[in-house]
DNA sequence: AGCAAGATCGGT
DNA sequence: CCGATCTTGCTG
């Protein structure tokens, strides 16, 4: 039985029902040679316009539009002008979510794995779905999902900052 | 048009 | 702790 690119269906539920399943996949990078994979080991959800720590939680933005598209697209965005955040757009049409790529095995950090896997603005809008340079497959790894409030928004209050969004997976090999 | 802040990171 | 580096969104 060969790996499985992972369908619509998986990226339009709630991120929160999403979220402790993504740790464990890979992001499959195709070169147009040999693809590579790379073992998703941590993410962070942002919840729609009432989750304050959100890109949409002040309205959609020309930045943020892919946010409101059916799951399964990607957000990118520059920050601190230098770092590409990689993010899997969730949920249905008019729903902003998205996941946070926080690390895959290897590389800690998202500004990190992004320059690694070569992820740049070029993939705004890209569908996970479809496109033949990115997609997510399932796999057989098994590991311990455990929780933690995300990193870097103390500016959305402690309400929203305490929220146990981050999803890191510790691997058993 | 100008400005402050940012879902980060690596070096002191 | 601090600087790099530039886009974004808000203010005027």
New binding site residues.
């Given amino acids: 039985m060969s790996a499985q690119r992972l369908s619509r269906s998986f990226y339009t539920n709630d991120v929160l029902d999403i979220a402790p399943h993504l740790p464990g996949k890979f992001i499959v990078m195709n070169n147009g040679h040999c693809p590579e994979k790379y073992i998703i080991t941590e993410v ?1 959800a ?1 919840r729609g316009e009432e989750d304050l ?4 939680s ?2 959609r ?4 539009e892919i ?1 409101y598209a059916d799951g399964g697209h990607i ?1 990118v ?7 590409w ?1 990689l ?1 899997f757009v969730t949920g249905k049409n008019g729903n902003p979510q ?3 790529i ?2 895959v095995e290897g590389y ?6 992004s320059r690694k896997l070569g992820i740049d603005g070029s993939y705004y809008g890209e569908d996970l779905v479809s496109s033949d340079r990115i997609w997510i497959e399932d796999s057989n790894i098994k590991g311990k999902i455990v929780t933690r409030p ?6 959305a209050g402690e309400y929203w900052k305490s929220k146990p969004w981050r999803f890191v997976m510790n691997l058993q090999i």
């Fill in positions: 962070e942002y720590a959100c890109h949409a002040k309205g933005t020309r930045r943020n946010m957000y965005y520059l920050i601190y002008g230098m770092y955040m993010n998205a996941l946070l926080r690390s800690n950090g998202p500004g990190v794995l995300r990193i870097g928004v103390d500016y």
